[in-house]
């Protein structure tokens, strides 16, 4: 029970990700708060509804937490928001629509983080951001061949600026005690084009798609204070994709 007690936020928590972060926090003893734009509030739940592109409901939300659990040792930031018309070829892409999502993931990145803060300092907390494999290398467009797929241009630029921002962070506040780690995930099945699915596992040493159940543990660990040593790095977990 190496979380046991600890007040830990996860920011969209009801999606694919989230919820299995949630769940493997819970297993560990950790008491996980589901901060999401889509759920009621919900204190026997460990629900707490949050609009993180809203200043004023993050604020809240914060407050709310303190009241209730009087603490907090912990943030992921995983909420992922995003226009309808992302993924459009880069060509097509309209500037609005990139500013736009810029604002709704990485700049709220930035906002959740500085309204945390003071209440991590006092807990010497621990964030995890989750970036992406590509924010850390190149895209390959092989994959999405026969396929009306294609990666979001805004996506590796987002995640490559979350994990620098997170290097920042540590370097930062590693005085105070407060750690700040990233997560990048390779690529997760989620009932994907069959000819996507199978192009990417062509590609991975490991021959397979990521799952939720893969990501969570490195998650639960770099907040856990087994990783009390460790801050400014980006944990790639890509079956290694990176790796070649």
Not at 79 to 90: C, L, M, S
Not at 145 to 168: C, D, L, P, Q, V
Not at 179 to 204: A, L
Not at 227 to 235: E, V
Request: proline letters at 2%; aromatic letters at 10%; a neutral charge.
């Amino acid at each position: 029970m190496t979380l046991k007690d600890k007040v830990i936020i996860v920011t969209g928590g009801g999606g694919l990700l989230g919820k299995e972060f949630i769940k493997n926090l819970k297993s560990k003893g950790a008491i996980a708060i589901n901060a999401d734009i889509n759920i009621k509030t919900d204190y026997e739940k460990n629900n707490l509804f949050v609009d993180i592109t809203s200043e004023d409901s993050i604020v809240e939300a914060i407050k709310n937490i303190i009241s209730v659990y009087g603490k907090i040792d912990g943030l992921v930031n995983n909420a992922y928001p995003r226009t309808n018309d992302w993924g459009e070829k880069f060509e097509d892409i309209k500037y609005e629509s990139w500013q736009m999502n810029v604002d709704m993931q990485m700049n709220t990145t930035f906002l959740f983080i500085q309204k945390v803060m003071p209440e991590l300092l006092k807990t010497k907390g621990a964030i995890v951001n989750i970036a992406s494999i590509y924010g850390v290398v190149g895209n390959d467009f092989t994959v999405y061949e026969g396929t009306n797929m294609t990666s979001a241009a805004a996506y590796s630029a987002i995640k490559g600026g979350i994990i620098n921002f997170s290097r920042y962070l540590s370097s930062y506040y590693g005085r105070h005690g407060v750690r700040v780690n990233c997560v990048s995930p390779g690529g997760i099945f989620d009932n994907q084009n069959e000819i996507f699915v199978k192009n990417y596992e062509n590609k991975v040493p490991l021959k397979r798609m990521g799952n939720p159940d893969d990501i969570a543990p490195a998650v639960s660990f770099l907040v856990s204070d087994e990783a009390k040593y460790i801050t400014g790095q980006n944990l790639i977990v890509d079956g290694g994709w990176t790796a070649i």
